[in-house]
């Protein structure tokens, strides 16, 4: 028998499990303007801090479901809205360079699923070019439109990949992410110490030679 305060879904979400490479959204996810999701989740989360006994009179709390409200539609969330997609523009490789390129260290900020804490890391990508290069930012803007969504660390790393190949079209995409879960770090076992580390290698970087080579440029030092 299931505890009620253990359930199904409680099992599910701290046994990681990430059930698509597609974020789960309804087909009428965009129904509604951002502004109307603001005012409906406004709503839901002042019941939630009216139901915790705070006094959302007071001066210091009074503003805080808006708050919280504009920063799920517009900053932790806004990379749900196909609207915020970059665009990842690519060139012709007109100077003929044939090796990896590898952009490390970006920064991830992001959001479990499970239990809508932080996941605070870095993202390592790389490309072969058959012909096509992408900007460099281009790649971290990526990275960020990915994770500013309910996430869970093998689906973001998936989807770096997938959209990089689509856009450079090009199988020879890798991705490495290492990252703390306050979900992990905060609550439950609360182990501050351990991360996550999940990597997804297309095309040429399923060489172990070629897939070396990459994990050997991403522990390389840079310094200025």
Do not use: W
């Not at 503003?63 to 665009?87: C, N, Q, W, Y």
């Not at 490789?93 to 490390?104: A, I, P, R």
């Not at 990526?142 to 969504?149: D, G, L, P, Q, S």
Request: charged share 30%.
């Amino acid at each position: 028998m299931i505890d009620k305060h253990n359930s199904e879904e409680d099992i599910l979400g701290d046994n990681h499990v990430c059930t698509s490479a597609k974020t789960p959204l309804r087909n009428d996810a965009f129904d509604k303007s951002d502004s109307e999701k603001i005012d409906a989740i406004e709503k839901n989360v002042r019941e939630i801090m009216h139901t915790l006994g705070l006094d959302l009179d007071d001066d210091s709390l009074r503003g805080t479901p808006k708050r919280v409200a504009k920063m799920f539609v517009k900053e932790i969330f806004g990379g749900l809205h196909p609207d915020r997609k970059p665009s990842a523009s690519t060139f012709d490789n007109s100077y003929k360079y044939g090796e990896m390129l590898v952009e490390k260290n970006i920064v991830v900020y992001s959001t479990c699923e499970h239990h809508l804490l932080p996941i605070i890391g870095r993202a390592h990508v790389g490309y072969i070019s058959n012909g096509r290069v992408i900007g460099l930012s281009k790649m971290n803007r990526i990275v960020e439109y990915y994770a500013k969504r309910p996430q869970v660390q093998e689906r973001l790393t998936m989807q770096i990949v997938q959209e990089m190949q689509q856009a450079l079209g090009t199988e020879d995409v890798a991705c490495v992410i290492d990252a703390k879960h306050l979900c992990v770090n905060s609550r439950g076992i609360k182990d501050i110490e351990s991360s996550t580390v999940t990597a997804e290698f297309g095309g040429k970087f399923k060489d172990p030679q070629i897939r070396k080579e990459f994990l050997e440029y991403i522990k390389l030092e840079t310094r200025f």
